[in-house]
Every structure is written in structure tokens, then in C-alpha cells.
């Protein structure tokens, strides 16, 4: 089991560029995240996915888009990168559906700069 | 005010100390909570859950406290090894599972 995949682990975007981050679970967890972490600071929910076909937004959505393309896979968008959307993200999933069942894995991350 | 906050320390202890952090959270209805680690910002590590009851792994001890809402992590006998950052996170499970972390504790233990 690899657990949670993310792809790339860095990049580096020059204001107003597009790209997609790619996150895969092989859990089988029905419920996945998007968090972004800047520095000194803790973790900031962007969207989340409750179960395949429904997206939520979370603390800090605008300037992305996200996409769960199944159970799997739950990918981020930036459509055009600023400066401000420099970070790291972090993917992560868990099993959902329970009180007992929200404990999330994570991914290694993603750093991304964005000059 | 954050929906959930920890004191960011840093916190200094020398190795085989007893150390506490507390997480204070505003939305009572929160209902599952957890301890993370993180290391030297790679990704959070499940530390623990924390349930009503209270419970123990090792030298960890999670509560939590519905009436003052709050939840803490004691670490008995301090290692090196536990030189970290620990993240408390409240999730509300009304909500299927949308999350809020705290900023995290910064703990070093010291020879």
C-alpha cells in the first residue's frame, strides 16, 4: 500500500500560469482533502470531498478548483498562480461515513512556488 | 477568534520531562478530535485520537474536555525523539468531516 500519492513533490509557477496537482489514494477511503500550509502556520482546509461526486468548499477555496474523478483520485487546481498561492499542499484522505471514522493519512506534500 | 487554538510555544524541556499542551476549540458541536505530528514540515502523522473517556499510548495521554472545550496531550518522560510540532485537529462530523487545525505546538527536548 502506498497510501497517499502526490505528484509533483515541487514546482515553480510565474504569476498567472495553470497547473493541476494530482493526489491518489489506495485506501479505499470514500472521503479526501485539500489543505495548504504557509509558513509558521498550520492547516488550511481548502476543498474537501465527502464521498466520489460531491465537493465541498473549505476555509480558503478561492483562486482553485478541484475535481474528484473517482473514489481514488482527488485533484487541485490553480487556474492562474499568484505570489500569495506559494505553499505547501497537502493531500490527504480517510475511511469517512462514522464518528469513528474521520482520522485523515496524508500525502508528502507538495511545494510550490510562484513567482 | 480561530475555531481552534493552540499555544504555539515554542516549548524547551529537557529530555525525561512531563510536558502539556492544551487546544481550545470554539464550536461546541465539534465531535471527533485528534493529535497530529509533524515533522520539520513534512506531512502530519496520526498521533492519536482523543475520546471522551480520555486514553493512553505509552507515554501519551489525550483528554478532552466537552465543557470548557478544550483537549490536551501530556508526554511523560520526554525524548529526544519527541521534538516536534503537534497538531490538534477538531472535526465536525455534521458536516461530513470538514476539519480545522490548529496552528500547532513546537516542542524540543534538550540532553
Known amino acids: 500500500n502506498a497510501g497517499v500519492t502526490q505528484t509533483p513533490k515541487f514546482q515553480v509557477l510565474k504569476t498567472g500560469q495553470s497547473m493541476t496537482l494530482q493526489c491518489a489514494q489506495d485506501?479505499?477511503?470514500?472521503?479526501m482533502y485539500w489543505y495548504r500550509q504557509d509558513p509558521g502556520m498550520g492547516l488550511r482546509l481548502i476543498y474537501y470531498?465527502?464521498?466520489?461526486?460531491?465537493?465541498d468548499k473549505g476555509e480558503v477555496p478561492n483562486g482553485y478548483n478541484v475535481s474528484r474523478l473517482n473514489k481514488r483520485e482527488f485533484s487541485l487546481r490553480l487556474e492562474s498562480a499568484a505570489p500569495s498561492q506559494t505553499s505547501v499542499y497537502f493531500c490527504?484522505?480517510?475511511?469517512?461515513?462514522?464518528?469513528?471514522?474521520?482520522?485523515?493519512?496524508f500525502g508528502p506534500g507538495t511545494r510550490l512556488t510562484v513567482t | 477568534r480561530k475555531e481552534v487554538e493552540q499555544d504555539p510555544g515554542p516549548f524547551n524541556v529537557p529530555e525525561g520531562a512531563t510536558v502539556a499542551f492544551n487546544c481550545t476549540y470554539s464550536n461546541s458541536a465539534s465531535q471527533s478530535f485528534f493529535w497530529y505530528r509533524q515533522d520539520c514540515r513534512k506531512e502530519p502523522k496520526l498521533l492519536m485520537s482523543?475520546?471522551?473517556s480520555g486514553n493512553e499510548d505509552g507515554r501519551f495521554t489525550a483528554q478532552l474536555n466537552r465543557a470548557s472545550q478544550y483537549i490536551s496531550l501530556l508526554i511523560r518522560d520526554s525524548k529526544l525523539s519527541d521534538s516536534a510540532t503537534y497538531l490538534c485537529v477538531v472535526i465536525y462530523n455534521t458536516n461530513a468531516g470538514k476539519s480545522t487545525f490548529g496552528d500547532g505546538t513546537t516542542l524540543t527536548v534538550k540532553p
Open positions: 490527504a484522505s480517510s475511511q469517512g461515513l462514522g464518528a469513528s471514522s474521520y482520522e485523515q493519512y
Open positions: 470531498s465527502a464521498s466520489e461526486g460531491t465537493t
Open positions: 482523543v475520546y471522551s
Open positions: 485506501m479505499n477511503h470514500n472521503s
